[in-house]
């Protein structure tokens, strides 16, 4: 699954790969704007990272049930 959010400084939309199973949430840690370059602090991450996981698992949670409400 995709999470999406923005670069705090420059505004860049930013996209981590995310793996419910494994409880990974990959992206460089950094803005993916060459002009930007900003370099989220150890606290940044761990949010993004937790905001990441519960969006994805919302996600899931959310297309299951709409799943189960149609058949």
Known sequence: MIH???CPK???EITAE???GEHLVEWG????NEKCG???TKE???KIYD???TDCF????DYIHDTMKDG
Do not use: N
């Open 4 to 6: 999406r959010f923005e």
């Open 10 to 12: 420059c505004s860049e």
């Open 18 to 20: 995310v793996d419910i």
């Open 29 to 32: 840690e950094e803005c993916e």
């Open 38 to 40: 900003y370099k989220f």
């Open 44 to 46: 940044e991450v761990l």
């Open 51 to 53: 905001e990441a996981l």
């Open 58 to 61: 919302s996600g899931m949670v």
